[in-house]
């Protein structure tokens, strides 16, 4: 969905034969390990930060394995330190946007007048720690929300897609998304114009069925994502959207299936695009996609499974391909693929917010 995609750790060796069963108590491990120190090759990822931490953390609820995190509110002291707060009276139409910073190196002091020069808070960012947040068991109702979803409006374009910060960027589907989930989590819509990013989504669909990340490029799993969890988030489609009337949907559902239904490969794997390699991230990306529109018995989940269990590291984690090395992106929508196969000891995956079903119901 984002750089985090591509942050595998180097490898120069192929790892040994697969695991033929899930050894979930090796992946506990994996995961405590990332969350008490992050190996030397994420040191390029510092920028996302909180965007690592929400795999590491999501993936300990996934596992069933929260309890391990002793003191959970040190961690959402922590998640809340990135948070931007104004050091004077804000003015929400000043184009910033006051949400959380990915990491300390995007965070700059005010000058002395205390005008914030540098505010480098994120779309992305602000998805990521509202997901901890909850996760751990934080009241949101305790967060500033107003100003916050005031403020993302100043990241919504005319056209209503979203760039990710108030300086600029691109402007694609991942931030409508971003935007949706946050309203969702806040439980308050102010932030968003929904009818305008309804109509950016609809430009996005492609002649082939699938979705494209802006309006007329090719379809790929993680965009399509994107567009219909954004536009069940935002109460545009029903759940189990397969089950009704397909004929008065907003999107093309026949076409949407028929290319979905073609991204599961001879190797059991699920690949983002046509003549794609099947990735371990797309079992998450096209099988919620599934999941939410009530299609998921498309899915070959024994042959799904499989693949899965090739790209498992006998130390714990999996890989993007099989015969490589774990990395923690691809550990963890390994993690909600095991959900959505309802592999045992596994939390179940709210779809449309990628988080458990606990932590989304705050529960």
């Known amino acids: 969905m984002n750089s985090i995609e591509n942050s595998s750790s180097p490898s120069s060796s192929s790892p040994s034969s697969p695991i033929v069963i899930m050894n979930k108590d090796l992946h506990v491990t994996f995961i405590e390990m990332m969350y008490h120190l ?30 391990l995190l002793t003191h959970k509110e040190a961690v959402s002291d922590w998640v809340l330190s990135f948070h931007l707060h104004p050091t004077t009276i804000p003015d929400p ?26 505010n480098n808070s994120h779309l992305a960012s602000t998805y990521s720690a509202l997901a901890i947040l909850k996760i751990v068991g934080y009241d ?13 409006r100043n990241l919504q374009q005319s056209d209503g897609s979203f760039i990710p910060i108030h300086t600029g960027g691109e402007k694609d589907l991942r931030f409508v998304y971003c935007a949706a989930a946050i309203c969702f989590m806040l439980n308050n819509w102010s932030g968003m114009d929904k009818e305008k990013a ?5 430009h996005c669909q492609s002649y ?19 567009a219909i969890a954004s ?5 545009f489609i029903e759940d189990n959207l397969l089950s009704t009337c397909a004929s008065s949907s907003l999107i093309d559902v026949p076409l949407l299936l028929d290319w979905i239904v073609q ?61 490589e090395f774990p990395d923690l992106y691809h550990t963890y929508y390994a993690f909600t693929a095991s959900s959505m196969l309802e592999e045992s000891g596994f939390n179940s995956l709210c779809p449309e917010l990628g988080i458990t079903q606990v932590a989304a119901k705050g529960l």
């Open 140 to 152: 949101l109702s305790n967060i500033d929300s107003e100003l916050m979803l005031s403020s993302m």
């Open 263 to 323: 991204r599961q490969g001879t190797d059991g794997g699920i690949q983002g695009r046509p003549n794609k390699s099947s990735d371990t991230c797309y079992a998450f990306w096209i099988g919620a996609v599934l999941k939410i529109l009530g299609g998921y018995d498309f899915v070959d989940s024994k042959a799904l499974h499989g693949f899965l269990l090739a790209c498992q590291y006998k130390y714990g984690g999996f890989s993007k391909f099989p015969g």
């Open 231 to 235: 536009l069940r988030l935002m109460g």
């Open 198 to 202: 309804k109509d950016y989504i609809l």
């Open 208 to 226: 082939d069925g699938g979705f494209g990340l802006v309006p007329g490029a090719e379809s790929q799993g993680g965009a399509t994502y994107c």
């Open 93 to 118: 139409n000043n184009g910033q946007f006051y949400g959380f910073h990915g990491s300390r190196t995007s965070m700059f002091p005010p000058d002395q007048t205390g005008a914030l020069l540098h």
């Open 38 to 67: 992050l190996p030397s090759p994420y040191e390029s990822q510092e920028i996302n930060h909180l965007t690592l931490a929400y795999f590491v953390i999501s993936s300990l609820d996934f596992l069933n394995s929260l309890h």
